[in-house]
T-cell receptor
Framework: NAGVTQTPKFQVLKTGQSMTLQCAQD?????MYWYRQDPGMGLRLIYY???????DKGEVPNGYNVSRLNKREFSLRLESAAPSQTSVYFC??????????????FGPGTRLTVT | GENVEQHPSTLSVQEGDSAVIKCTYS??????FPWYKQELGKGPQLIID?????GEKKDQRIAVTLNKTAKHFSLHITETQPEDSAVYFC???????????FGTGTRLLVSP
């Protein structure tokens, strides 16, 4: 049981380049999330997917797009990277069945630098 | 929407001392308050949580207290050990569908 996996672990992009961050979970969770973590700002929600086939904006969605490919996979795409998107990106998942099971399980993160 | 404030941003203690981290939240409808520990180079991991119908919860050396009237909750770590050194985040469940709003984190350093 690998939990939540993310690829790649590290990435350096030039301004204007695009890339997709991959996330997969093997816990059969309904909900998945993308966060970014910046010094002194905690974890901020970019996008989330309440269930397969649905996605919604979080607190800081500008410059990103997401795809919930199936129940296991949730990808984050940067179409035209900017230096302001330099950050550590975390994917998370939760059961979120409505029965009070709110715990979110986090992946190991992707450290992205945009020059 | 929900707003969570966390203090202090850094906390240094001697091994064996207690550590307390405090958070306040703004949305009185929030009903779930987890604490996450993040070790260097890893993703956050849940260490304890509390729901709004409970005032205190304890798990070995860690405890969380909740004051709904004042809208604040705290993490207490007793008999700290060097392996407790990490960044700790509080969060509150707010903003509609199960969206956690996180505090800005506390870096705890436990010196031997």
């Amino acid at each position: 049981n690998a939990g939540v996996t993310q690829t790649p672990k590290f990435q350096v992009l030039k301004t204007g380049q695009s890339m997709t961050l991959q996330c997969a979970q093997d816990m059969n969770h309904n909900s998945m999330y993308w966060y970014r973590q910046d010094p002194g700002m905690g974890l901020r929600l970019i996008y989330y997917s309440a269930s397969e086939g649905t996605t919604d904006k979080g607190e800081v969605p500008n410059g990103y797009n997401v795809s919930r490919l199936n129940k296991r996979e949730f990808s984050l795409r940067l179409e035209s990277a900017a230096p302001s998107q330099t950050s550590v990106y975390f994917c998370a998942s939760s059961e979120a069945s409505g029965q009070g099971d709110y715990e979110q399980y986090f992946g190991p993160g992707t450290r992205l630098t945009v020059t | 929407g929900e707003n969570v404030e966390q203090h202090p941003s850094t906390l240094s203690v001697q091994e064996g001392d207690s550590a307390v981290i405090k958070c306040t939240y703004s949305d009185s409808a929030s009903n779930y308050f987890p604490w996450y520990k993040q070790e260097l180079g890893k993703g956050p991991q849940l260490i304890i949580d509390i729901r709004s119908n409970v005032g205190e919860k304890k798990d070995q050396r860690i405890a969380v207290t909740l004051n709904k009237t004042a809208k604040h909750f705290s993490l207490h770590i007793t008999e700290t050990q060097p392996e407790d050194s990490a960044v700790y985040f509080c969060a509150a469940l707010g903003g509609g569908f199960q969206k956690l709003v996180f505090g800005t984190g506390t870096r705890l350093l436990v010196s031997p």
